[in-house]
């Protein structure tokens, strides 16, 4: 193996662009040429690549957001798109490719491997939906974001008594909604692995009534559907004024967690070594603190999602 391509593909990560400075680095030691293809899967079929010097991942670190930029690539879906994606690695003499992204990407990565193509898959997505590993880049980081906002917003919950309705993200995960809610004291959670009826929501607010709590944090994922319509229901059925906030894309920025930086470099160094031992058709997870290989064919066949059963366990928490 003489040369590698690197891409970042769907949604953004804080903790992409260590993998990246990783990749490089441990890359150029180890005789390699790093070919970075910009905007994902759609820069692979419309042929963006450079080569990435040493230098060119300096002061990358610190970053959110990755220096390739990302794409979610309609074509790439199609046969016809990725006939262009394998033209235009042979026509640049890539011997393998390392596909940094989530769900989606991954299973875009298998794609590849199964027409013939070298590649080791990275784990970035802040929705922690990928199968096979504890945690994928920018989840840390995500989640510090949510209880940064949700601190803040329980100071004016607080002085105005008022109950909260806060939107996060995670597509049809709950990860987010789960793992923030929980350490930042959120008084109901709502995810969608856990389908739950309005009455408990009602129940809840109506018992803490009587505990004398005057204000609510209630944290919905996404999936869940709109926070807008949980607080309406909430200010038609108990009467109680409500306040909504959909945290959105802030939740994807800023400055990576030390734990997504450490994760996302030995994750990068782990994908080299596998690519120089010839084990192709991996995704490097990440389990008791280590990079593990995980085979791409297992992590497009599953799902990763919170279990109900953690769910129930810990409600009493809050
Ligand atoms: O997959 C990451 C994620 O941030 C999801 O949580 C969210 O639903 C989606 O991306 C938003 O996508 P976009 O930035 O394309 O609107």
Redesign the pocket.
């Known amino acids: 193996i003489r040369r590698i391509g690197v891409l970042t593909s769907?949604?953004d990560?804080p903790g992409m662009n260590s993998a990246i400075r990783a990749i490089v680095r441990f890359g150029i030691s180890k005789g390699i040429e790093i070919i970075g293809i910009e905007r994902g899967y759609q820069g692979l079929i419309e042929g963006e690549f450079k080569v990435l010097s040493r230098d060119d991942v300096s002061e990358i670190v610190q970053k959110g957001g990755t220096i390739l930029r990302t794409a979610?690539s309609d074509e790439f879906r199609e046969e016809e798109g990725q006939k262009k994606a394998i033209e235009n690695m042979e026509k640049h003499g890539l011997d393998a490719l390392i596909v940094i992204g989530?769900e989606g990407s991954l299973k875009g990565a298998y794609d590849l491997f199964k027409k013939g193509i070298n590649v080791v898959g990275i784990p970035g997505?802040?929705?922690n939906d990928v199968w096979g590993t504890d945690f994928s880049i920018g989840f840390d980081t995500a989640c510090n974001n949510v209880i940064d906002a949700i601190n803040k917003i329980r100071d004016t919950a607080a002085a105005h008594e008022r109950t909260f309705v806060i939107e996060v993200?995670?597509?049809e995960c709950g990860f987010?909604a789960f793992t923030s809610g929980l350490v930042s004291g959120a008084d109901i959670i709502l995810i969608p692995e856990v389908p739950i009826d309005f009455p408990y929501i009602t129940e809840k607010l109506r018992e803490r009534q009587k505990r004398k709590k005057r204000h609510n944090i209630i944290v919905v994922a996404?999936g869940v559907g709109s926070a807008y319509f949980i607080g309406k229901q909430i200010e038609d059925k108990l009467g109680i004024s409500t306040r909504i906030v959909v945290l959105g894309?802030i939740?994807?920025g800023g400055s990576p967690s030390v734990f997504d930086r450490n994760m996302a470099t030995f994750m990068g160094v782990e994908a080299i070594k596998r690519l120089l031992n010839g084990e192709g058709g991996v995704m490097i997870g990440w389990q008791k603190n280590s990079p593990v290989p995980i085979s791409l064919e297992e992590v497009s066949k599953y799902k990763k999602r919170v279990p109900p059963e953690l769910y129930w366990e810990v409600e009493c928490l809050w």
């Open positions: 769907g949604g990560a979610r989530g997505s802040i929705d993200m995670g597509r987010i996404e894309h939740q994807r």
